[in-house]
């Protein structure tokens, strides 16, 4: 009999050790699944966190690089209307087109009107409109944005 109850103490303490050991793997399985299942969604808030504050950096940076030029106001430091309009060979050159509307923040054509620039800073030359529609006047040339040449000779 004292075998038997020194057998029943020994799988007592065998059981109490085995459910200790079941305890801690299963405490920290549970507190290492927990980790990983908030890591599942920290890490993609994080990611989007990141690609947005990419995305904002370069669109401040861009903005702040073009309303920013030597020479040129602040845009929004004056509002001015000028009638306009560009003759080649006696031909005009039709600036309701899309492609040569609101291309710069300083000097352009808005709302399809092709014969009123809008000046939206001072100190702004009329180069600035030409540059931006990928037109040129140098040594008594006019490049059109098509590369097509018109010299005074």
Known sequence: MFDK???????????KSDQRKNWDKSYF??????????LMIILPILVVLAVLGAYAISTYSSTVSHSIKP??????????????????NGNGIDFTDSRYQVRSRYLHMENGDGGTLHRRATGVPIAEFFDSVKMNVIRSCFTLDDGTKYCSD
Do not use: C, L, W
Request: zero cysteines; glycine letters at 10%; charged letters at 40%.
């Open 71 to 88: 020479g040129y106001g602040k845009v929004g430091s004056e509002h001015v209307h000028a009638a306009f309009a560009v003759r080649v």
């Open 29 to 38: 399985e549970a507190s290492r699944r927990k980790r990983n299942r908030n």
């Open 5 to 15: 109850k020194e057998k029943n103490d020994k799988n007592k303490i065998g059981k």
